[in-house]
């Protein structure tokens, strides 16, 4: 899955994704509204003509931007609309804006150099306001080490416990686990920097790093490394977060420097111009769609732990969310 470079989530590598959304079509979920109204009123059916034109739907590499993309899909296969889906590299996606491959892009962790090119400079593309789900960025422990040493999650006290968190591979240290080396993170410059007893050690991948937080968990061993929500992980495995000193703005603006904790990320959709002047009810509908942190993480830990197809998965949570869902449809 995961995190993106700059001020996204911050990752400059990332495993594609091997899940790919199907293509919204019949199955459970719910029935046609009478007179097969697509508006507000009627259950979500994911089903539809395909007459409406084409929606560009760009699937990010982590699997909750398909969750994102799979709900958005089937309200507007609904509404009638054919969509297509391609899942791309978030700055490799941007460039779609330009040759009108990519319509909509429904989560988006900040590159603010990509936002000057494209919104500001290009004009092609545009902001189309937050999504609902806020990117949490910082260092995790499981939950049952809360529960045994009540102050561990004070930075100010896990030199006192680094020789709990010793590896083999940690130089006689407390090991600190990041996950794949290529991805852009702060956390050896805040060993550095806050002077812990720690060496960052790298999982080399978010799999890898999911399964230790997963054994931690089942064993009660220590653990101590970077995570992030919205992540299905959390939907099955307890995490605490660690308070690490405030962010202010600024703080992290020098690499080597950064002593502070990673910012909040208020994650926003963008929108191709061209679509926002003759998208019509699907416009409608990507404007509206808001959902939240534990909406996506339903949807997520569904096709990636339930064996659901990304389909199945969107109609769950629709059939389970009407009075969310309707919110985001155009009048009838």
Same mark, same amino acid.
């Given at each position: 899955?995961?995190?993106?470079?700059?001020?996204?989530?911050?990752?400059?590598?990332?495993?594609?994704?091997?899940?790919?959304?199907?293509?919204?079509?019949?199955?459970?979920?719910?029935?046609?509204?009478?007179?097969?109204?697509?508006?507000?009123?009627?259950?979500?059916?994911?089903?539809?003509?395909?007459?409406?034109?084409?929606?560009?739907?760009?699937?990010?590499?982590?699997?909750?931007?398909?969750?994102?993309?799979?709900?958005?899909?089937?309200? +507007?296969?609904?509404?009638?609309?054919?969509?297509?889906?391609?899942?791309?590299?978030?700055?490799?996606?941007?460039?779609?804006?330009?040759?009108?491959?990519?319509?909509?892009?429904?989560?988006?962790?900040?590159?603010?150099?990509?936002?000057?090119?494209?919104?500001?400079?290009?004009?092609?593309?545009?902001?189309?306001?937050?999504?609902?789900?806020?990117?949490?960025?910082? &260092?995790?422990?499981?939950? &049952?080490?809360?529960?045994?040493? =009540?102050?561990? +999650?004070?930075?100010?006290?896990?030199?006192?416990?680094?020789?709990?968190?010793?590896?083999?591979?940690? %130089?006689?240290?407390?090991?600190?686990?990041?996950?794949?080396?290529?991805?852009?993170?702060?956390?050896?410059?805040?060993?550095?920097?806050?002077?812990?007893?720690?060496?960052?050690?790298?999982?080399?991948?978010?799999?890898?790093?999911?399964?230790?937080?997963?054994?931690?968990?089942?064993?009660?061993?220590?653990?101590? %490394?970077?995570?992030?929500? =919205?992540?299905?992980?959390?939907?099955?495995?307890?995490?605490?977060?660690?308070?690490?000193?405030?962010?202010?703005? %600024?703080?992290?603006?020098?690499?080597?420097?950064?002593?502070?904790?990673?910012? =909040?990320?208020?994650?926003?959709?963008?929108?191709?111009?061209?679509?926002?002047?003759?998208?019509?009810?699907?416009?409608?509908?990507?404007?509206?769609?808001?959902?939240?942190?534990?909406?996506?993480?339903?949807?997520?830990?569904?096709?990636?732990?339930?064996?659901?197809?990304?389909?199945?998965?969107?109609?769950?949570?629709?059939?389970?969310?009407?009075?969310?869902?309707?919110?985001?449809?155009?009048?009838?």
């Amino acid at each position: 899955m995961f995190r993106r470079k700059g001020l996204g989530r911050l990752f400059a590598g990332i495993t594609v994704v091997s899940l790919v959304l199907a293509a919204c079509s019949g199955g459970s979920g719910g029935s046609a509204a009478p007179g097969g109204s697509t508006a507000a009123g009627g259950a979500a059916t994911c089903t539809g003509k395909g007459d409406k034109g084409t929606v560009n739907l760009m699937i990010n590499q982590w699997v909750g931007a398909q969750a994102n993309v799979a709900v958005v899909e089937c309200l +507007l296969t609904q509404l009638g609309y054919s969509v297509k889906t391609n899942t791309l590299a978030e700055e490799v996606a941007w460039q779609g804006f330009d040759t009108g491959e990519v319509d909509v892009i429904l989560e988006n962790w900040g590159h603010a150099d990509l936002e000057k090119t494209y919104i500001t400079e290009k004009k092609v593309a545009q902001d189309a306001g937050p999504n609902g789900v806020t990117g949490i960025i910082g &260092w995790y422990v499981p939950e &049952w080490m809360v529960e045994k040493y =009540p102050d561990i +999650l004070d930075w100010n006290n896990l030199n006192k416990y680094a020789d709990m968190f010793k590896t083999s591979e940690s %130089g006689g240290k407390g090991q600190f686990l990041a996950s794949d080396p290529t991805f852009v993170t702060n956390d050896e410059a805040l060993v550095t920097n806050l002077k812990l007893d720690y060496k960052v050690v790298y999982s080399g991948s978010e799999a890898n790093t999911i399964t230790a937080y997963q054994q931690a968990t089942k064993n009660k061993t220590p653990l101590i %490394g970077y995570f992030y929500d =919205p992540q299905w992980l959390f939907n099955t495995v307890k995490l605490k977060k660690v308070n690490l000193p405030a962010y202010t703005t %600024g703080c992290d603006a020098e690499p080597k420097a950064v002593n502070c904790d990673y910012p =909040p990320y208020t994650l926003n959709k963008v929108v191709a111009t061209k679509f926002v002047e003759k998208g019509g009810d699907a416009w409608t509908v990507v404007k509206n769609f808001t959902w939240t942190n534990a909406d996506q993480n339903l949807v997520a830990d569904d096709i990636a732990n339930h064996n659901m197809s990304a389909t199945d998965a969107a109609k769950k949570w629709l059939a389970a969310h009407e009075s969310t869902w309707k919110a985001w449809m155009p009048a009838s």
